[in-house]
T-cell receptor, first 116, second 114 residues
Framework: DTGVSQNPRHKITKRGQNVTFRCDPI?????LYWYRQTLGQGPEFLTY????????KSRLLSDRFSAERPKGSFSTLEIQRTEQGDSAMYLC??????????????FGSGTRLTVV | KQEVTQIPAALSVPEGENLVLNCSFT??????LQWFRQDPGKGLTSLLL?????REQTSGRLNASLDKSSGRSTLYIAASQPGDSATYLC?????????????FGTGTRLTIIP
């Protein structure tokens, strides 16, 4: 297992187009998280899954955003009708979860989205 | 609402010096604090995870301390090298409702001068 994998690494799209990103977590991790990071800022939480269930969504996740984790393995994040303000680094992370609460998070390399 | 602050925002030091990065948080009800490194345009690499019951963690030339009651953590880097140049982020995981998410600081951009 090589850690959390995200694809694509970079995406340039025209305003108004739809984009989809994929995240493959560490295989034994049942929790998966999406964060967004804009230039000069720390990452901000968007949403997380425990197995296939989406348990929390941030108010940052407008109705143009949708995330899925259909079989509790990989996840996709789709942005519809992209806007220039969506330009950011989208980071995925996973963690083992379970009864032990003091676990850390492993992040992927991110997908850099540029909306032109 | 948890707020995390990192000071300074940027730091430049000559190679070989020891240095300290600071992180403060407003709500001491946390499970743990994690330090990450981020190279330009890249994802986050975990450096150290320190639990709320711990005072410090060490990995190689890195040492992280935690004073939960005062809401502070420091990351000490010994004998700095040019390869240490990166942005360093701290993140806390709070207890209670919403405890699955991390709250990040805005980072300290470190430059090691050869």
């Amino acid at each position: 297992d090589t850690g959390v994998s995200q694809n694509p690494r970079h995406k340039i799209t025209k305003r108004g187009q739809n984009v989809t990103f994929r995240c493959d977590p560490i295989s034994e991790h049942n929790r998966l998280y999406w964060y967004r990071q804009t230039l000069g800022q720390g990452p901000e939480f968007l949403t997380y899954f425990q197995n296939e269930a989406q348990l929390e969504k941030s108010r940052l996740l407008s109705d143009r955003f949708s995330a899925e984790r259909p079989k509790g393995s990989f996840s996709t994040l789709e942005i519809q009708r992209t806007e220039q303000g969506d330009s950011a680094m989208y980071l995925c992370a996973s963690s083992p979860g379970g009864r032990e609460v003091n676990y850390g998070y492993t992040f992927g390399s991110g997908t850099r989205l540029t909306v032109v | 609402k948890q707020e995390v602050t990192q000071i300074p925002a940027a730091l430049s030091v000559p190679e070989g010096e020891n240095l300290v990065l600071n992180c403060s948080f407003t709500d001491s009800a946390i499970y743990n604090l994690q330090w990450f490194r981020q190279d330009p345009g890249k994802g986050l690499t975990s450096l150290l995870l320190i639990q709320s019951s711990q005072r410090e963690q060490t990995s190689g030339r890195l040492n992280a301390s935690l004073d939960k009651s005062s809401g502070r953590s420091t990351l000490y880097i010994a004998a700095s090298q040019p390869g240490d140049s990166a942005t360093y982020l701290c993140a806390v995981r709070r207890r209670g409702f919403g405890n699955e998410k991390l709250t990040f600081g805005t980072g300290t951009r470190l430059t090691i001068i050869p």
